[in-house]
Every structure is written in structure tokens, then in C-alpha cells.
């Protein structure tokens, strides 16, 4: 999956069917104010256990929401609009912005995004693909 408006071109994404709006691991998470209007300045590491290809991204606050995690843990969060492109197909969503440091996936796609048109299988995984070789080796174990 990708994250074209932050120039991400491959980051892991895990399908979770059970989650209404998705989530995505970010950073020195820092809201402000431009022309009147909340906005946040978010950093995101797309490889696991690597700090290579950070990409920094502005975009307005969509909304603010409590969170409640699968351990029943609530966290208020910052909600922004974010296209992403999923097996080839661009489409907009709702993300919330959070530390995902200590999961497996950088990204977890929820209902909101899967409802136009996707079709989940739960006996697959990687449908979508794999990020290249060269990615994968380039940005194995730096951190």
C-alpha cells in the first residue's frame, strides 16, 4: 500500500476489519494553527525497525476522537484525510495519527476504506503485494 500525498511509496499495511476508521504510526505529532484553522505537521516511518525514508507531511485536522484499542485502552486522537492507494486503487479515508512503534504494521485499514469496494479474504495475506527486493533490502534492520 502506498500513501502517495507523503511521497510514501510502499508501507506495511495489516486489513482490520474490526477497527471503523484506520490508523497510521506517526511521529513528533505537533498541531497549529494556519488562517484560522487547525492543521498538524506529522512525521511517518514506513519501514519496521528503520528510521530510514521519513517523510513529513501538513494537512488540515479533520477531526479529534476517543480510540479505543483491542487491549481496552481509550486515546484521543487527531483524525485527517489521507489518500491511499490500495492494489492500484486510490481512495480518501479517515486516519488517525498514532504511536504504533510496538506493532507489527505501520498501517492498519479499517471498515470506512474497505466498504468501497474491497473484498477481504482472511485465508491471504500480501495480496496486494510485496514491497520490491530492493526496498525491503535497502531499509532491512537500520534503525
Do not use: Y
Not at 484499542?69 to 492500484?88: A, F, I, Q, T, Y
Amino acid at each position: 500500500m502506498a500513501l502517495p500525498e507523503l511521497g510514501v511509496d510502499w508501507i506495511k499495511a495489516k486489513i482490520d476489519t474490526g477497527a471503523r476508521t484506520s490508523s497510521l504510526h506517526a511521529f513528533d505529532i505537533e498541531e497549529f494553527d494556519r488562517d484560522g484553522e487547525s492543521w498538524v505537521r506529522f512525521a511517518v516511518h514506513p519501514w519496521q525497525e528503520s528510521r530510514e525514508d521519513a517523510a513529513v507531511h501538513e494537512c488540515p485536522v479533520h477531526d479529534r476522537r476517543a480510540v479505543r484499542s483491542s487491549s481496552g485502552h481509550s486515546e484521543k486522537r487527531l483524525v485527517v484525510l489521507l489518500r491511499m492507494r490500495l492494489v492500484g486503487i486510490d481512495v480518501e479515508g479517515e486516519v488517525t495519527l498514532t504511536n504504533r512503534d510496538e506493532m507489527g504494521f505501520r498501517m492498519l485499514i479499517g471498515r470506512q476504506v474497505l466498504r468501497r469496494g474491497f473484498v477481504v479474504d482472511p485465508a491471504r495475506s500480501f495480496v496486494g503485494g510485496r514491497a520490491p527486493r530492493e526496498m525491503r533490502r535497502r531499509n532491512r534492520g537500520k534503525g
